[in-house]
């Protein structure tokens, strides 16, 4: 039998991590847990409350760099396996925003089908989040973060890409 699609346990968290489930047997969505626990930083803490206040005063400020307010990553410890006209589409829970003030950096995050075992990270996916609430979140190990859709897609008829990917996280844009 061939397999389709499915999840693995990357080897680092091979024996600590749950394999993503889909809550009900409607739900389009599996539910991805944090491999570890991560504390995501609170954006008014990392300077941006000092940057509107000298705004709304019409006051100089000097801009933040652009390391001081970045996404935080939370490992899964899992990798996927699909179809290579296939993605898997990483969406947010739909109560972050509300419950926990957590958005998706990325707004929806793409797993292509050659990141399945890259040599850089094994294909380890991880959600990238920024948190817009007053106090920093704690993401406790086996807290349900996002969800993970497996989607097909189509090509152009002018498609020509046809190079191989050559890394891991981020790595198709180079």
């Not at 489930?21 to 008014?44: C, M, N, Q």
């Not at 609430?133 to 973060?145: N, P, Q, S, Y």
Request: charged share 25%.
């Amino acid at each position: 039998m061939t397999r389709k699609r499915g999840f693995e346990k990357i080897s680092k968290y091979a024996n600590t991590v749950h394999l993503p489930v889909r809550a009900t047997k409607h739900a389009a969505g599996y539910d991805f847990e944090a491999a570890e626990e991560v504390i995501i930083p609170s954006l008014w803490k990392k300077g941006v409350a000092t940057v509107l206040k000298a705004a709304l005063n019409k006051e100089s400020v000097e801009l933040l760099d652009e390391k001081s307010v970045k996404p935080t990553l939370i490992p899964t410890g899992i990798k996927a396996y699909m179809e290579e006209d296939e993605y898997l589409q990483l969406c947010n829970r739909s109560s972050n925003p509300l419950k926990q003030f957590l958005l998706l950096a990325n707004g929806v995050g793409v797993i292509d089908a050659d990141y399945y075992n890259n040599e850089d990270n094994e294909g380890h996916i991880m959600f990238q989040f920024l948190n817009f609430g007053l106090k920093d979140k704690t993401i406790k190990k086996g807290e349900r973060i996002g969800q993970g859709i497996f989607l097909s897609f189509l090509k152009s008829d002018q498609d020509v890409s046809g190079a191989d990917r050559t890394g891991g996280f981020g790595s198709s844009g180079k």
